[in-house]
């Protein structure tokens, strides 16, 4: 996937698998797959050699993925449409209630103005939409140089830093 | 007031600059309208029906004499000599060019305000008491709190793509005059048994489509763990709310959907997670922001004047005046003035350049350079000596901004209507116009005494027309706009929702039936029984026999 992290653009190993039916039909390599055709051939992927990752959305309340977050090299977390907000509270429940260390990859409607909410939450990489150019999204990151609020980032809030 | 510190302004300038590159994309074609839409919003900014509409957020209501002055000059100068004070204690400017917007933001940013969140589905402007810091029925001023939710809201990174709009009131008086209980979270300042101050929760009020008071889900929350609180809700809010369909995407919704108990255990179990976390606030921060909130030297003579009471003697108009427009100040001698918006012949809540300019000046005068905006689409100067009272209230009528009328029939709330907004199915202009006309003897007026008419021009209620003492809802019936009555809704502590009066009426009609609702209170009203009052005694039938007998 040709994804930004790290505030660059790079190309990983990681493919993204939206819809799959049968484990037959999965691509080797680093795959990332739907959290229910996870939760169906846990046993059958984990015999795999490869790294293992799972996409959610808004519809997966976050607590069903949390027994198994130590199996997980990366989260991808969907945006359905950029204005379907419930991601973020996935990715700050993930990073600082749960603990995941892994990645958190932002999937789907992806853009460039919502880099800097993005990465607030703790997400660490970003499929940008494929009609945008990532180069151009970069310089989202750096909307603001203030934060009033904590969140994922390791931010205080405002008033314990004045 | 509070005076922005160099992360405040950074923040604003930061905005600008965004925006200003948002802006440019959007004209080079590398957004898309549908990718902008979001972004403008985000900043207030509406296409309309005849131009784009930019909406300033005015914190809780609060203007500097600089500011208001400021406003003023983007008037003059981007938009047409005038200015629209909203019912959300907001401003909005009808007739912007897209190209210029990013102007107008440097502009306010100049003088510490801006578009954020003034629009879209984040937490919009926190409003609050328009006499808060005066009122004499007040425990605590909300202003510091309301300032203290206006920073942690400010591009909150996982609260700007909720499901729907969010709206936070706060107040901290015993007479509700920010309509708390139908907002998405309402605070009162409370004090709880030991005597010490905090704060009522409630949540999931709101009007519109499905009007509904907010129940209190916490009847104490001490003020270190204000914030965590909100963040609680909103996370339970941002997580559970429905996006599948826009009308049913209000906290309120859920609210009702999992009942008042269980959505409240699901806000407590998820604050028990963050509330002893990094998010309390400590008593430094409330004591810094209260700082800015401090009372002005007052004149401690102030009540030795006697002027006041002889000029009341003395001029009627100026004692009519004085007896609707005046509000008691908790200083002895001081009293806080409301310059009405809604003289007749004038979109209510409209103000021009001049007089905006004249306010703004008279506010360095008389009231230590302060004008608060009031959810009524009024304006108050909050400190007047009672001995300038005489004086100030000539030189507001200078520019018709003293029509005696608060609280009276006149002083309608009012949307924007057909006449400017995208989404109205009816005029409410155009009525307010109509009433002004069928009542225009003062003293019948002020005989009629309180009635609060508000109109919105559809469900959509921006005209909180569902706590109107009278409500007016514009609909659209076969193409003609019609006008559905409501009797018997209030904003007030004791909060109720309209019930309806019956079919609806056509346009011509509006004011003559206002006026026979108005007969029947007289008929039935017992001494210094407001029409609310006696709509809630004698109830529906004897209005509904009148205005359909003769119908």
């Not at chain 2, 941002?238 to 108990?261: F, P, S, T």
Request: hydrophobic share 35%; with cysteine.
């Amino acid at each position: 996937m040709r994804v930004i992290k790290e505030s660059k653009v790079v190309e990983d190993n990681w493919t993204l698998v939206r819809e799959i039916e049968s484990i037959a039909d999965c691509p080797a390599g680093d795959v990332i797959v739907p959290f229910a055709f996870w939760q169906e051939n846990r046993e059958s992927l984990l015999a795999n050699n490869y790294r293992h990752a799972i996409w959610i959305d808004g519809d997966i309340e976050t607590e069903a993925v949390v027994d198994d977050l130590s199996h997980f090299d990366l989260i991808a977390l969907d945006f359905p449409a950029f204005k379907d907000g419930r991601s973020y509270s996935h990715a700050r429940l993930l990073k600082e209630r749960y603990g995941f260390n892994g990645e958190l990859r932002a999937i789907g409607d992806v853009l460039r103005d919502q880099l800097f909410f993005m990465q607030r939450c703790g997400i660490d990489s970003y499929e940008l939409r494929h009609d945008k150019d990532p180069e151009e999204a970069l310089a989202g990151f750096k909307d603001f140089s203030v934060r009033y609020q904590t969140a994922a980032d390791g931010a205080l809030p405002i008033y314990k830093v004045r | 007031m509070y005076k922005y510190d160099d992360y405040d302004q950074t923040i604003v300038d930061e905005r600008v600059e965004q925006f200003r590159d948002q802006t440019k994309r959007f004209l080079e074609g590398k957004l898309s309208e549908d990718e902008f839409r979001p972004l403008r919003l985000m900043n207030g900014l509406y296409v309309q029906r005849h131009a784009p509409m930019l909406r300033v957020a005015i914190p809780y209501g609060l203007l500097s004499s600089k500011q208001l002055n400021m406003l003023a000059h983007i008037s003059r100068e981007y938009d047409k000599n005038y200015a629209h004070f909203s019912t959300r204690q907001n401003v909005q400017y009808n007739w912007p060019d897209l190209e210029r917007v990013p102007d107008i933001l440097a502009d306010l940013a100049s003088v510490e305000m801006h578009a954020i969140q003034t629009s879209g589905n984040c937490i919009r402007n926190t409003t609050s008491d328009q006499f808060a810091g005066v009122a004499e029925d007040e425990l605590e001023d909300p202003r510091p709190y309301c300032e203290i939710i206006r920073q942690w809201s400010t591009f909150h990174p996982e609260f700007s793509f909720l499901p729907r709009k969010f709206k936070i009131a706060v107040s901290g008086a015993t007479n509700d005059r920010a309509a708390v209980q139908v907002h998405d979270i309402g605070i009162y300042l409370v004090k709880n048994e030991a005597g010490e101050v905090g704060f009522e929760i409630i949540a999931g009020g709101g009007l519109g489509r499905t009007p509904y008071i907010g129940p209190t889900i916490r009847p104490f929350l001490e003020k270190k763990h204000l914030l965590s609180y909100l963040e609680a809700i909103l996370r339970v809010y941002n997580r559970h709310g429905r996006r599948d369909n826009i009308y049913k995407a209000r906290i309120k919704i859920l609210v009702n959907a999992l009942g008042q108990e269980e959505f409240t255990r699901q806000v407590e179990e998820e604050w028990e997670h963050i509330k002893d976390g990094v998010m309390q606030l400590d008593q430094k921060e409330i004591d810094r922001v209260k700082s800015f909130f401090t009372m002005p030297d007052y004149d401690t003579d102030a009540s030795n004047d006697n002027t006041f009471e002889q000029h009341l003697a003395s001029d009627k108009a100026f004692a009519n005046w004085a007896k609707r427009n005046l509000f008691n100040h908790k200083v002895a001698g001081y009293k806080a003035v409301v310059i009405s918006l809604k003289s007749p012949g004038v979109a209510p809540g409209d103000a021009t350049a001049e007089q905006m300019e004249w306010i703004a000046s008279l506010s360095d005068q008389y009231s230590y350079s302060e004008i608060i905006v009031t959810h009524d689409q009024n304006l108050v100067l909050p400190n007047v000596k009672q001995a300038d009272l005489y004086t100030l209230w000539q030189k507001l009528s200078e520019q018709q901004l003293a029509t005696p009328n608060i609280g009276l029939l006149t002083d309608m709330i009012c949307c924007p209507g057909l006449d400017f907004c995208s989404l109205a199915n009816a005029g409410s202009i155009p009525i307010a116009k109509q009433i002004n006309e069928k009542f225009d003897d003062l003293d019948y007026l002020h005989d009629i005494g309180e009635l609060k008419i508000k109109m919105s021009g559809c469900m959509n209620a921006c005209g909180h027309h569902h706590v109107g003492h009278i409500g007016i809802l514009g609909v659209d019936k076969k193409g003609e706009e019609h006008y559905q009555l409501t009797l018997g809704g209030s904003a007030e502590k004791q909060a109720s929702l309209g019930d309806r009066l019956g079919p609806s009426f056509a346009k011509a009609e509006v004011a003559d039936v206002i006026a026979k609702l108005i007969d029947v209170y007289i008929e039935n009203r017992h001494e210094d029984e407001r029409f609310l009052d006696t709509y809630r005694r004698v109830g529906m039938s004897p209005f509904k026999e009148k205005v359909y007998a003769s119908h």
